[in-house]
């Protein structure tokens, strides 16, 4: 058990409609990332919120956002869904000192768009 | 533009064996490296790391090398056990404020019994 929390684990949703994705990190946890994995593709990495605020941003779509709130979990809202955003979805959270970027994973919310 | 990249989607070992997963980076910014394990249905889980100043790191049956100079690092696994099969991402950090892993797209490693 890595300590972060991701629900769903698994939805279905149609194509156009709008999720939301919900992680709460580590405690004491600061800062949180989201990734996406496609089918055989590797961890692309989305969006880092540090404290509440934006980090930095990486491939994520302008149908997609992200935020971070004052108990420190984080939504990610995935919009006008097309059949390519089905993926999973990991939250991953950073130990607040760490000199290593080492992250710990969330399960993962495992998103079908039909 | 792919920065660390696994170029062995899979690879098979018999149990016992050695197992090799290779991993190159571009970025010669990159200075700490790390290996990830990830079991079907689980979020990916740390393994073992390396520091850019150092060329070898050990934890039991897990080794890492790095060679800087051909950019490049391996995750050596001796001996190989059933239970190590899962898919390896290999991930590489740049020191800064924002410490952001960027990985490759993983190897399927599957230990023969």
């Known amino acids: 058990d890595s300590g972060v929390t991701q629900t769903p684990k698994h939805l279905i949703t149609a194509t156009g409609q709008r999720v939301t994705l919900r992680c709460s990190p580590r405690?004491?946890?600061?800062?949180v990332y989201w990734y996406q994995q496609s089918l055989d593709q590797g961890l692309q990495f989305l969006i880092q919120y540090y404290n509440g605020e934006e980090r930095a941003k990486g491939n994520i779509l302008e149908r997609f956002s992200a935020q971070q709130f004052p108990d420190l979990h984080s939504e990610l809202n995935l919009s006008s869904l097309e059949l390519g955003d089905s993926a999973l979805y990991f939250c991953?959270?950073?130990?607040?000192?760490?000199?290593?970027?080492?992250?710990?994973f969330g399960e993962g919310s495992r998103l079908t768009v039909l | 533009d792919q920065q660390v990249k696994q170029n062995s989607p899979s690879l098979s070992v018999q149990e016992g064996r050695i197992s090799i997963l290779n991993c190159d980076y571009t970025n010669s910014m990159f200075d700490y490296f790390l290996w990830y394990k990830k079991y079907p249905a689980e979020g990916p889980t740390f393994l073992i790391s390396?520091?850019?100043?150092?060329d070898k790191n050990e934890d039991g049956r897990f080794t890492v090398f790095l060679n800087k100079s051909a950019k490049h690092l391996s995750l050596h696994i001796v001996p190989s056990q059933p239970g190590d099969s899962a898919v390896y991402f290999c991930?590489?950090?740049?020191?800064?404020?924002?410490?952001?892993?960027?990985f490759g797209s993983g190897t399927q490693l599957t230990v023969l019994p």
């Open positions: 405690s004491g946890d600061l800062s």
């Open positions: 390396i520091s850019s100043i150092k």
């Open positions: 991953a959270s950073q130990p607040t000192r760490s000199n290593t970027g080492e992250l710990f």
């Open positions: 991930a590489a950090s740049v020191s800064g404020s924002a410490r952001q892993l960027t």
